[in-house]
């Protein structure tokens, strides 16, 4: 079988593709996929040391942002803008998942508040600077990470993480429609459980949890990184170009089964 490197094409010379929380995770996997294939790659994080060392694997650029500093948004495509000469691709992926976020009984105000800013606000703010250019251009494709939990409900609830990334799925399908007949396509990228340092985390605390969730995955396992990066690449590319407005599901099946295969 040929490995993920050998089937790689280059759908995207020539093009700058801004990649929010691309220090770490799918953010990482994404900056690295949209650069084999050919795009200038700007990765924004706020961990200078991860987020320098990521833009020079990638042969692209770091930029210092809080994705909820409406400044720090305005200056990371800006700059994107002068460096490379267009904007033509925004992944904004840059999202928590903290502990404090759990059922809405136990979740407080301020916590709520934090995911929400840093989910949902910044997807805002990125869009709305990302169609500046993209706009001007007459072209771009905006992918944002929402979940497969704007789909589902569950009873083990991070109330502020599944409604932020409910708004994520609603505001991509609204700014899908508003901006197609300008030639920006907006999409949501929805990944199912993922095996990232996050979630690795999450079940190295709690095993049984990780146990109750994977055996609602119809493929038997969770997701990766790259395969989620690969699902954005394609989205970003002009082979998704009569894509826009959806949510597009990288979940193994799992928000469309009623129950899983035995063994």
């Known amino acids: 079988m040929d490995t993920l490197e050998e089937i790689v094409c280059r759908r995207l010379p020539g093009r700058a593709a801004v990649v929010t ?17 050919g795009a200038d790659v700007v990765v924004a994080d706020m961990n200078d040391e991860a987020g320098q060392k990521a833009a020079k694997e990638v042969g692209g650029l770091y930029v210092h942002a809080d994705v909820t500093d409406p400044g720090d948004v305005e200056n990371l495509f800006h700059v994107t803008n002068e460096t490379y000469g267009r904007v033509d691709i925004a992944f904004n992926n840059a999202g928590i998942s903290p502990p404090d976020d759990a059922s809405i009984t136990e979740t407080g105000l301020e916590a709520w508040r934090k995911v929400q800013d840093v989910n949902l606000t910044s997807v805002y703010l990125c869009s709305k ?7 001007r251009q007459g072209k771009g494709s905006i992918i944002n990470t929402a979940s497969f939990v704007a789909h589902m409900g569950a009873a083990t609830s991070q109330i502020s993480y599944t409604a932020s990334k409910g708004g994520v799925l609603a505001m991509s399908r609204e700014l899908g ?31 049984e949890m990780a146990a109750r969730r994977l055996v609602h995955v119809p493929m038997g396992r969770f997701g990766e990184a790259e395969e989620m990066a690969a699902a954005v690449a394609f989205l970003a590319s002009d082979d998704a170009s009569f894509v826009t407005a959806s949510s597009f599901m990288v979940d193994g099946g799992l928000t469309n089964a009623y129950t899983t295969p035995l063994g």
């Open 177 to 207: 429609v508003e901006f197609a007949k300008e030639g920006v396509r907006v999409n949501a990228l929805c990944p199912g459980p993922v095996n990232t340092e996050l979630l690795q985390e999450l079940f190295a605390k709690d095993p």
């Open 21 to 37: 929380g691309g220090a770490s995770g799918i953010g990482l996997a994404t900056a690295k996929r949209l650069a084999s294939e």
């Open 129 to 135: 600077q990302a169609l500046v250019y993209m706009r």
